[in-house]
């Protein structure tokens, strides 16, 4: 089986999501302009250099890093695990056997349903783990086969427990 990619609209939504932080951003910088323009102090100029290095990153966060993290993201789901992988400077490649889940959950927020996008949930003993910016159907579709693997796990376990106390 092949890794799969999160949902195509993965990308919209984070430019979107960032382009506020950015939007937020923008106003210091541009007090800090006009601040400068008017008073010429050197505490206007050196916040002015300050805030606008911060709109720089913001903008490589917008353009840049959705389209990397889109290549970068995976998931891979078979029988017997959970596989995730993502970051950008700091990646992870966790790995989740299907006999570890102990619930799982399709989740949507508000900017997520605007795009149709979801996340699946997946609780283990170790803590919770996400596959984050999925079609939400997919989303759905893999929560509820996940769901009937896990059940499916359980019941063989307790038909080998059954077995075992039989004999």
Known sequence: MEFQKVGKKAKAKWRFSRSIMLILLLIPFVISIFSYIY???IG???FMIVSGA???????????YPIIE????AYLITDDRIEIKKGIFWRTHTIIPISRVQH?????????????LGTIEIMTAAGLHKVEELDYETAQQISDMLRNNVN???AELESK????QDA
Not at 54 to 64: A, C, E, S, T, Y
Not at 70 to 73: E, F, S
Request: overall charge positive; aromatic content about 12%; some cysteine.
């Open 39 to 41: 008073d010429g102090e």
């Open 44 to 46: 206007s100029l050196i």
């Open 54 to 64: 911060f709109v720089v990153f913001q903008l490589l966060n917008v353009i840049v």
């Open 70 to 73: 889109y290549i970068q993201w």
């Open 104 to 116: 799982v959950c399709a989740k949507q927020g508000p900017v997520q349903r605007m795009f149709k």
């Open 152 to 154: 499916n796990k359980l």
């Open 161 to 164: 427990e059954q077995v075992a």
